[in-house]
């Protein structure tokens, strides 16, 4: 597996002559470069470069990484030779307009007919602006997730001096209805956030119970989809799943990841409302930009000033190459990565070695390894997440709540209230042709265990 091929460089280099083309008006300008002492420092960079793990080869199952397609890692070059800030439209036209597509079509697999949205740095900053919006609209009020949603929302909280809370999760990760509901009858709740795959295990909490307990308690509904958001596009989720996805348009905000399994690089998050009119919140009163344009940019509607337009640039050219359609190529990625986790959840299932806890919802496999104790469990997990890595498999680690595991384990000795346990994601499309290799390096890993 080439991580380049000369074919995309040659690509590259057709489409950089002719946006060159597009300014050969111009006098004659070209900026100075000493060659020679670029080729050296570049030459050092892609050496220590060599020093990251393995991202983009699909012996690389640990953490969320999933390389950009190379739509996305050539448009995205191709556009630096320009530098687009989608900030205002005068640091960008062309490349604010495509963010506007691209945002409007992320909406459409939402079911939003003209949400307000933007792109911005990832999740994290995108859930802020969500988050911000609830609290100017209800302030002072609570913000709710599940114990088991991203660490990022209590922080956020923190940042924007929200009381924050957590609610408990059922055994299989999802936010309990239960809990939620005591919780708002006590009032004072500004938001509820409902996630829709969690980075820990992909699970997919009960959205629609939660749009129903809005009509009693009155609260806005954000949904944290950085994660799981493109899935909704997959034909192999579960059935039982499916009407969580298909009421994400009722949700009064959402939050998605590009750079998460939407194959661009980082540095792309997004964020929509439903009501396009909370972009008066954003209002303020610049001197320094907006005077050379009547539209509305997207500068008037993000928290963010400067953004990279080549983060829209890269997006759109992925959208057009794989348009996110049901039964699309796009999609059929998804898919793959979904049956990916369900194989390798199946053969740890069989195994007399490993532990199966919760079924994937999503692509995420957790998974122990088998001992008497919760601290022997959790030392052989860490065991076997340094053989496989010697063995160029990369995998992940999580610590899971003792009261979560117990239910999958009951004979495990609790002497710890966390386990350790290994995680995989099986986010790439090609992990499903994958799984013999992937599956032949842990179990020579698990039988070192017991050496
Ligand atoms: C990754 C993730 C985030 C944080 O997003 P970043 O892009 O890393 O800033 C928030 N929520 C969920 C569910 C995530 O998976």
Redesign the pocket.
């Known amino acids: 597996m080439a991580l380049v091929t000369k074919s995309e460089i040659d690509i590259l280099q057709a489409a950089l002559e002719k946006l060159q083309q597009g300014f050969s008006h111009l006098p004659d300008f070209t900026p100075a470069v000493d060659r020679d002492r670029l080729r050296s420092v570049l030459m050092e960079v892609a050496g220590r470069m060599q020093q990251n793990y393995p991202y983009h080869h699909p012996r690389y199952a640990g953490q ?1 990484m999933k390389p950009p397609h190379a739509a996305a890692r050539l448009a995205y070059a191709l556009s630096l030779w320009i530098n687009p800030n989608n900030h205002a439209r005068d640091g960008g036209i062309a490349s604010s307009h495509m963010e506007s597509e691209c945002v409007a079509a992320i909406g459409e697999i939402f079911g939003l007919g003209k949400p307000l949205g933007h792109l911005c ?7 802020l602006e969500a988050l911000w919006v609830a609290g100017q609209l209800h302030p002072g009020k609570t913000v709710l997730a599940s114990a088991q ?2 660490y ?2 209590a922080r956020i909280s923190d940042v924007l001096a929200l009381p924050f809370e957590a609610i408990p999760v059922t055994p299989n990760g999802c936010m309990d209805m239960t809990a939620l509901e005591s919780r708002l009858r006590e009032g004072d709740v500004a938001a509820v956030v409902v ?5 820990g295990l992909g699970a997919i909490d009960p959205l629609p119970a939660v749009l129903h307990l809005r009509q009693q308690y009155g609260f806005r509904v954000h949904v ?5 958001g493109y899935f909704t596009l997959a034909d192999a989720l579960a059935p039982e799943l499916q009407p969580a996805f298909a009421s994400m348009g009722e949700a009064d905000s959402i ?1 998605i ?1 590009p ?2 399994h939407g194959l661009q690089p ?1 540095g792309c ?1 997004c964020v929509l409302f439903r009501d396009p009119a909370v972009g008066a919140l954003y209002k303020h009163d610049s001197p320094y930009t907006y005077f050379s344009s009547a539209e509305l940019h997207l500068g008037e509607i993000s928290l963010e000033c400067s953004r990279p337009g080549a983060a829209a640039v890269a997006l759109w050219a992925t959208q057009q190459l794989l348009p996110m359609q049901r039964g699309g190529e796009f999609a059929s990625g998804l898919n793959r990565s979904l049956l990916a986790a369900r194989e390798l959840w199946r053969r740890v299932q069989a195994s007399h070695r490993l532990k199966a806890l919760m079924q994937p919802q999503l692509d995420i496999v957790v998974f122990g390894v088998r001992a008497g104790s919760a601290r022997d469990a959790s030392m052989l997990a860490r065991k076997l997440f340094a053989e496989t890595a010697k063995r160029e498999l990369h995998l992940a680690l999580i610590e899971l709540p003792a009261e979560l595991v117990r239910q999958y384990w009951p004979e495990l000795v609790m002497n710890r209230d966390t386990v350790t346990c290994v995680r995989s994601c099986l986010m790439k499309p090609e992990h499903l042709d994958w799984i013999d290799d992937i599956w032949s390096v842990l179990e020579s890993a698990a039988l070192a265990l017991d050496e």
């Not at 740095?121 to 859930?127: I, Y």
């Not at 996630?195 to 980075?199: A, D, H, I, K």
Request: charged share 10%; proline share 0%; no cysteine.
């Open positions: 969320m740095g990832g999740g994290t900053m995108a859930n949603a991203h990022t929302h996630t829709m795959g969690t980075t944290d989809a950085a994660y799981g939050v990841d750079h998460k980082y998050g």
